[in-house]
């Protein structure tokens, strides 16, 4: 089982208000009164999402939470805190002890967003791991069905970047890293709120700086995953641009990794060809155009000659 929920502590009022906000959402809610009972509990059975309130008697959340990590290294780890524990929840989270914190009293949306993604992840770093390229190309596609804007565009990405991988005789093992690394390029969306992926038209700038994070939880969930170090790449760097102005690293021109400027090529290509229901695709002319334009700006001007070579032979 990969949906099962782990909530510790030792107010019961507490904890049974956590288990309510996951009726019906086809969550296993489990329920700990201690440390040690939780800790027996992951013992047990596999356990996607660990949320522990900071002060217990006994073994202490940050302290639980950091068992859990070395019991089950994919579980999700989550701290709640008063407002006088920000200091010692930030430490947790940089020693890695918790993956994420909420301040007490929380709100609920936010903690139900926050175990939602966690179970998202714990599903997608074990399949990830444990799949073979039919799983990891399906993972992908589930993914998609998160944000029906982009529907079949990583297999579509994937033909693209490889069209790219030929004209430069890239060897065997590297065009399987592209061809993963498109499928999976946008694994980190699942740390994105979907009202924030179905939202129509242009995002706010707060909503944006969300999905500006994407790359890196995608990373780190690529690197969770024992995932080449070529597709971990693609993961990170997709969205930075030649001229140095992209995200998450701003790292430009041959600073990007190789098979990262590929997937970015392949990326803007079939994002401007593809009909969204805010915005019809271009034309075929107006997208060499418009490539053309970006050639050295955004893209790697090399990898866009080659790839519009590519297209009219």
Known sequence: MDNAVLFAGDDANALNAL?????????????????????????????????????????RGA?????????SPDTVRVLLTETAGLPAAAEAITRGEASRFHVKPWVDEEIVHTVEEGLWRYRVVRSLRDGDEAALQSIAQTIELRDPYTRGHCDRMAAFALKIAEGLS???????????????????KIGV??????????????????????????????RQANLPEEVINILLYHHERFDGRGYPTA????????????????????AMSSDRPYAKGYEPEEVMRVMGVLRGAALDPELVDIFLAGLTS
């Not at 399987?176 to 980190?188: E, F, K, N, Q, V």
């Not at 038209?201 to 994070?213: I, P, Q």
């Open 19 to 59: 288990a309510r906000l996951f009726l019906n959402r086809g969550v296993r809610v489990l329920i700990a009164g201690s440390g040690e009972e939780a800790l027996g509990i992951v013992r047990r059975e596999p356990v996607a999402v660990v949320v522990s309130d900071n002060l217990m008697p006994g073994t």
């Open 63 to 71: 302290e639980l939470l950091s068992q859990v990590r070395d019991l």
């Open 170 to 188: 890239l060897p065997e093992e590297m065009r399987r890293a592209i061809r993963l690394g498109s499928w999976l390029h946008d694994c980190g």
């Open 193 to 222: 709120p979907e009202a924030i992926l179905n939202s129509p038209g242009r995002l706010s700038a707060a909503d944006f700086e969300v999905v500006k994070k994407h790359p890196e939880w995608g990373a780190d969930v690529g």
């Open 251 to 270: 790292a430009k021109g041959t600073e990007i990794p190789l098979e990262a400027r590929i997937v970015a090529v392949a990326d803007i290509y079939d």
